[in-house]
């Protein structure tokens, strides 16, 4: 192996340029050539390549976003949009890759390596919708954004004695909303891994009504419907005076935590490190606090939907009484 290449496709994620650093430097540090390219899959067809160094990659530990930009390419979902992406790495003489995204993008890399092309995969996603590993590098990064909006929430519901309806990111999974919820102190918590029932939902914020409760917050994934319609509802069973905060893409950019840097940095090195050793068609991952890695065949979202762990749901429940 001596010269690898990376992108990152789908949606941005806190920590993506963490992670594209560490492949570069870690790629240099073990004599290889790295190239970077520009808009993920559509850049990969389009021949979209940059050789990088050290330097390239300076300064860029502590930003949001990517510097190679990314994309959702339709057309690399078809077989010749695969042909034309491997003739441009045959071309450019690569011969490993490496992808930083989600579900979608390993679905392309599982293409990649079932026609012979050397392809690891790093999981970049702010939802943490991945089986395979029960992290994804952004997603800590998102929790703290949507947290810290959160109680910034709950001090202008408390003044003014309101239910808040706060929809969070997640079009397939509830795993921000969870956390968020949580460590917000939510009343209800609203996932699409769970059925929603709006009657319980008025009952926990009347009841705590009933005690002397001043405010209460409703944390809802957007993957399980509009939070403007949910909260309509909310406003006409209560009688409360309830307003509906959608925090959108904020919870895709800023600064990444220490922990979305460090995990960028231990799984960007690890994807270079078994390409040079010759192991492909991996999304490496962490399991029980260990690097690990998992075929792309068995990464897919419907399958981390199935294996989500409910007792973090049932004991925010059991806390928010
Ligand atoms: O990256 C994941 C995600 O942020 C989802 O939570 C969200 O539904 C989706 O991407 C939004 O995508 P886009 O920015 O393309 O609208």
Known sequence: MKK???????????????????????????GLEVYGIYNGYRG????????????????????GGTILQSTRCEEFKTVEGQDKALTQLKEKGIDGLIVIGGDGTFKGAEQLTAQGFPTNGIPGTIDNDI????????????VNTAV???????????????????????????????????????ESIIIPEVDYDAENVVDRIKKGYERGKTHSIIVIAEGVGKGT??????????????????LGHIQRGGAPSAYDRMMSNQLGAKAVDLLIDGKKGVMVGLKNNQVINTPFKEVEKEKHKQMMDLSTYHLARSLSI
């Open 44 to 63: 990969l067809i389009d021949g979209n390549f940059v050789s990088m160094n050290l330097g390239s990659v300076g300064d860029i530990i502590h930003r």
């Open 131 to 142: 089986a395979g590993t029960e992290y994804t590098i952004g997603f800590d990064t998102a």
């Open 229 to 246: 319609e949910i909260g309509k509802v909310i406003k006409e069973k209560t009688g409360f005076d309830t307003k509906v905060t959608i």
């Open 148 to 186: 810290e909006a959160i109680d910034k929430i709950r001090d202008t519901a408390a003044s003014h004695e309101r239910t808040y309806v706060v929809e969070v990111m997640g079009r397939d999974a509830g795993n921000i909303a969870l956390w968020a919820g949580m460590c917000a102190g939510a």
């Open 4 to 30: 690898i290449a990376v992108l990152t496709s789908g949606g941005d994620a806190p920590g993506m340029n963490t992670t594209i650093r560490a492949v570069v430097r870690r790629g240099i540090f073990k």
